[in-house]
C-alpha cells in the first residue's frame, strides 16, 4: 500500500477473508486494509459498504465521500 500498490493490497484482503471465514480478527484486518485502500484512492464513500460508517465517524473524518 505504502507504494501505491492498491490493487494488490485489495487482493491481499481477499485472501485474508478467503482463508478465514470465521475469524473476527482476519475480518477486523482486511475491512482495515480496505479502508486504507480506499482512503488513498480517495473513495471512502466505499467504505459504507462494508459497514464502515461508525469506524470512519470514530477517526474524526466528517464527510466520507
Do not use: H
Amino acid at each position: 500500500l505504502l507504494e501505491g500498490r492498491c490493487a494488490a493490497a485489495e487482493a491481499l484482503a481477499e485472501r485474508i477473508t478467503q482463508r478465514s471465514p470465521s475469524d473476527a480478527n482476519a475480518a477486523q484486518v482486511a475491512s482495515a486494509l480496505l479502508f486504507l485502500v480506499r482512503r488513498e484512492q480517495g473513495r471512502l464513500a466505499a467504505c459504507a459498504a462494508f459497514g464502515l460508517e461508525a469506524g470512519v465517524a470514530e477517526c474524526g473524518i466528517s464527510r466520507v465521500g
